[in-house]
């Protein structure tokens, strides 16, 4: 994201105008307040990527870290046999009190490919380390082929791979807050990755982009947390653009699969409009109304907000491969995950979950 530092020469109006905007702004992707804000700009040369970076990385690591220590066992002896025990690579391995560490998972169907969408609210820091888990148990219980995550934070990413070892990590950034994906090793190979900036972005976002095979097919992966809060519509349109002509252009022989926190409106996807052969699995499998709404704070608590707000701000969209002889993926299930409330009374994250199914 280009710095937003403030130019040499501005009279003191521009300058109080200028100021008063980036705190806004800050507040909004942090989800912080005005003075929180202005503390955090002031600091760093009212400069909005470095005071952004700055608020994220306050205290994060502590947070994992008193997880890690409460974990342990002083015990010589039960130690050693932790030591011993290896994970494997069939299961998440998870921590002693997960409620699923069992690795008892679902049964895999290998003709269907199945994935898990999820903005796991990384920026909240309260109970962070045992959302974190929570996502892991949800991991074990679905085995999903593909994950994509958005508002990941570096310690957070730490976690997974060290819990998570049947998966391949790739990261959509590296400070701040950032989308990512695991992809399950022994069924998806990852041929390629890349991450398409967006020039406009006020909220560090970016389309994070992977080439994979599963089962033999060619399949582009994408992800994104499009820009947040009704006053960006214009820029997220933008950044839907840039989606669907990936989405559009790719070629015939490839499936493209995108998820993501698309913060969309539905009259922003219509102005937009979504390419021939792009489907939204939600629509495509009937608009189940269980499935509808993925940021809802009249049934989801993490929030203290004094509103209710429903919304189908989480998105899948599809466009299958055409070419003759090529395995032309289509949806079968969809539901929402992450609906239990976990040992610390919240959820795992403030969004919903979303995972689908497809078969060939």
């Known amino acids: 994201m280009a710095s937003s530092s403030e130019p040499d020469k501005l009279s003191v109006s521009d300058v109080a105008e200028k100021r008063t905007r980036l705190c806004d702004e800050f507040a909004d992707v942090a989800g912080t307040d005005i003075a929180v804000a202005q503390c955090y700009l002031a600091e760093n040369d009212w400069d909005m990527e470095r005071a952004l970076n700055s608020f994220f990385e ?9 997880e890690d220590v409460s974990q342990e066992d002083k015990s010589p002896q ?17 921590t002693e009190d997960s409620p699923s560490s069992s690795c008892t998972t679902a049964v895999e169907d290998d003709n269907k490919l199945s994935v898990i969408s999820w903005n796991v609210d990384g920026l909240d820091t309260v109970n962070l380390a045992e959302r974190a888990r929570g996502l892991c148990s949800y991991l074990v219980l679905y085995t999903p082929d593909v994950v994509l995550l958005q508002e990941l934070i570096t310690p957070y990413v730490e976690y997974l791979k060290k819990r998570a070892v049947s998966y391949h990590i790739i990261e959509g950034g590296e400070e701040g807050y950032f989308t990512g994906m695991m992809l399950k090793r022994s069924r998806v190979k990852l041929v390629d990755s890349e991450i398409v900036t967006y020039p406009t972005t006020r909220m560090m976002r970016n ?8 089962k033999g097919q060619k399949l582009c992966l994408m992800t994104s947390h499009l820009e947040s809060c009704k006053g960006h519509a214009e820029e997220r349109m933008k950044q839907l653009h840039v989606v669907m002509d990936r989405m ?11 998820g ?3 913060n969309l409106r539905d009259a922003e996807v219509a102005k937009v409009g979504l390419p ?11 608009k189940q109304e269980h499935c509808r709404y993925t940021w809802d704070t009249k049934a989801n608590s993490n929030k203290a907000v004094h509103y209710v707000s429903r919304c189908r701000f989480d998105r899948v969209y599809l466009r299958p491969a055409t070419k003759d002889g090529v395995p032309h993926l289509a949806p079968d299930h969809m539901a929402l995950v992450g609906l239990d409330k976990l040992d610390c009374g919240r959820y795992t994250s403030d969004h919903w979950g979303i995972y689908c199914s497809f078969s060939a």
């Not at 306050?58 to 008193?66: G, H, N």
């Not at 030591?83 to 998870?94: F, Q, V, Y």
């Not at 389309?207 to 599963?214: G, S």
């Not at 252009?249 to 499936?255: Q, R, S, V, W, Y």
Request: proline share 3%; net charge negative; charged share 35%.
């Open 58 to 66: 306050a205290d994060m690591e502590r947070v994992f870290e008193v």
């Open 78 to 94: 039960t130690k050693k046999k932790k030591e011993d025990k290896k994970p494997t690579t069939d299961c998440i391995d998870l």
């Open 207 to 214: 389309l994070l982009v992977a080439q994979v095979t599963f």
């Open 248 to 258: 559009k252009e790719a070629p015939d022989d490839l499936t493209v699969l995108f």
């Open 260 to 262: 993501g926190d698309t």
């Open 276 to 286: 021939s052969g792009v489907c939204d699995i939600w629509e495509r499998l009937g």
